[in-house]
């Protein structure tokens, strides 16, 4: 692992000149022949750990943004981004580098025009109660914040730079 | 109603214009609608749930 800057993923480029560091998380060369499932991006803050994960169907020549759509409509991209969560976290609370003071968020990127934002607040609260990051058999709340975001979203409270459309160009 | 076969939607959103007039917004398209209320709440509520969850302020 080593600081970076910038990072990228699938059309979207990444910028996390503020944090203490920030790296690739879904890597083969990391994780080996590990099935745990990964978030994309770990950053690193004063205060907090943000995994990232990044779903692009807006990205020119999409695959099958249809197919998307109907991902997003059942429940199994709610499903899987609840594992990647959970697995990262079992994978990152045991590094020794891990510090157990910060808080965690969960910033699931979604970049898909198509979906409205009702739909969005939606699968936000699924997302939450599939993790979960509540329950009544705990004597506390699990500290992780954990959102959904549009592109928009992700400009609006990290900066207009930190993240841009690579196939836009203009840095 | 079945767009294959030829039906064709049309979208409307009512608004209050600068002189206080009921006006019209039609659209083919709803995501055209530029002055959709209902979806600008959803909108609105969106961000704000996602300040609430993350602690942060923007106005």
Not at chain 1, 131 to 157: D, F, G
Not at chain 2, 17 to 24: G, L, P, R, V, Y
Request: some cysteine; aromatic content about 10%.
């Amino acid at each position: 692992m080593w600081l970076m800057t910038k990072l990228i993923e699938l059309d979207l480029e990444f910028d996390f000149e503020t944090a203490n560091n920030a790296f690739q998380f879904d890597s083969d060369e990391l994780h080996g022949a590990s099935t745990a499932k990964r978030v994309d991006f770990v950053a690193e803050y004063d205060d907090c750990y943000r995994f990232i994960e990044v779903k692009d169907p807006d990205q020119p020549g999409a695959a099958n943004p249809t197919a998307f759509i109907r991902k997003f409509n059942s429940e199994n991209l709610v499903n899987s981004l609840a594992g990647k969560f959970r697995d990262t976290l079992f994978f990152r609370t045991l590094c020794a580098d891990h510090d157990s003071d910060k808080r965690i968020e969960y910033i699931v990127l979604l970049s898909c025009e198509a979906i409205e934002p009702a739909m969005m607040l939606v699968k936000q609260d699924n997302l939450h109660r599939k993790i979960p990051i509540q329950h009544t058999e705990w004597k506390s709340n699990c500290a992780v914040r954990c959102v959904l975001m549009n592109l928009r979203q992700y400009k609006r409270i990290y900066g207009e730079s930190s993240v841009r459309r690579i196939s836009e160009g203009a840095a | 109603m079945d767009k294959s076969q030829g039906d064709h939607v049309l979208y409307h959103a009512l608004f209050r214009d600068k002189n206080d007039e009921i006006a019209k917004q039609t659209m083919d398209n709803y995501k055209m609608l530029s002055k959709n209320a209902i979806a600008q709440t959803y909108s609105d509520l969106y961000d704000a749930e996602l300040e609430r969850s993350l602690d942060v302020a923007h106005d």
